[in-house]
T-cell receptor, first 115, second 114 residues
Framework: DVKVTQSSRYLVKRTGEKVFLECVQDMDHENMFWYRQDPGLGLRLIYFSYDVKMKEKGDIPEGYSVSREKKERFSLILESASTNQTSMYLC??????????????FGPGTRLTVL | AQSVTQLDSQVPVFEEAPVELRCNYSSSVSVYLFWYVQYPNQGLQLLLKYLSGSTLVKGINGFEAEFNKSQTSFHLRKPSVHISDTAEYFCAVSNTGTASKLTFGTGTRLQVTL
C-alpha cells in the first residue's frame, strides 16, 4: 500500500515563527501536492511538484514556499506564520502516468494552530 | 478554469436509507471526476473515479456515481447507508495536461443516525 506520512498530526506555533511541514511518500511517485483544508472551503491547492527541484504554484501560494530536494520528500514552509494560516494541511502524492491522471494518495494531515 | 459545486454542506440520513450527494462541475474541456471520502481525523481516500467509458461508476463500500455530461453532474449514491458511512465527502475534477491537479468541491458532511 502507498503510504504518505506527515511529520506531525498537531502543531502549535507563534505568529512570526518559521514553520516546516514535512511529507514523505514511499511509492516513488513523481507528483506531490500540498493542500490546506478549511471548513466550508474544501481543499485548496497551495503548491505542487512533478519532479525533484520542480515546483508550481497552486491556487493559494501566498505566504508559503516549498522544497523538494528528494523525490520522496516534499516540504511546506511558512516563512513567517500568521494567525490566518491556522488550518489543516494535507499532503498528497500520485504517479505521473501516461494519461496524466492518477489517483492522489493523502497523508493524515497536520492541524496547525498559529497563536 | 474548472470548478466544482457541492450544494449540500450537510446531509442527515437514517441508517439503511438511500442517499444521494450532489456534485456539479464546470469546465470548458473534457474532465475526469472523482469522489473522495474523509473519515474523522484521517486523510482523504478515493471512493471512485470516472475517466471514460461507462457513465455509471462503482466504487468501494457500495457507493456508485453517474456521470451526466449534459447536466454536468456526477452525483454519488448509495442504496442503504450504515453508521460507518458518516464522513465528509469531496467531489473533485481534473483534466489532462495539468499533472493530475485536482479541483475540489467544498465537501458534504454525511451524518448517518439510527
Amino acid at each position: 500500500d502507498v503510504k504518505v506520512t506527515q511529520s506531525s498530526r498537531y502543531l502549535v506555533k507563534r505568529t512570526g515563527e518559521k514553520v516546516f511541514l514535512e511529507c514523505v511518500q514511499d511509492m516513488d511517485h513523481e507528483n506531490m501536492f500540498w493542500y490546506r483544508q478549511d471548513p466550508g472551503l474544501g481543499l485548496r491547492l497551495i503548491y505542487f511538484s512533478y519532479d525533484v527541484k520542480m515546483k508550481e504554484k497552486g491556487d493559494i501560494p501566498e505566504g508559503y514556499s516549498v522544497s523538494r530536494e528528494k523525490k520522496e520528500r516534499f516540504s511546506l514552509i511558512l516563512e513567517s506564520a500568521s494567525t490566518n494560516q491556522t488550518s489543516m494541511y494535507l499532503c498528497a502524492s500520485s504517479l505521473l502516468g501516461t494519461s496524466g491522471i492518477n489517483e492522489q494518495f493523502f497523508g493524515p494531515g497536520t492541524r496547525l494552530t498559529v497563536l | 478554469a474548472q470548478s466544482v459545486t457541492q450544494l449540500d454542506s450537510q446531509v442527515p440520513v437514517f441508517e439503511e436509507a438511500p442517499v444521494e450527494l450532489r456534485c456539479n462541475y464546470s469546465s470548458s474541456v473534457s474532465v475526469y471526476l472523482f469522489w473522495y471520502v474523509q473519515y474523522p481525523n484521517q486523510g482523504l481516500q478515493l471512493l471512485l473515479k470516472y475517466l471514460s467509458g461507462s457513465t455509471l461508476v462503482k466504487g468501494i463500500n457500495g457507493f456508485e456515481a453517474e456521470f451526466n455530461k449534459s447536466q454536468t453532474s456526477f452525483h454519488l449514491r448509495k442504496p442503504s447507508v450504515h453508521i460507518s458511512d458518516t464522513a465528509e465527502y469531496f467531489c473533485a475534477v481534473s483534466n489532462t495536461g495539468t499533472a493530475s491537479k485536482l479541483t475540489f468541491g467544498t465537501g458534504t458532511r454525511l451524518q448517518v443516525t439510527l
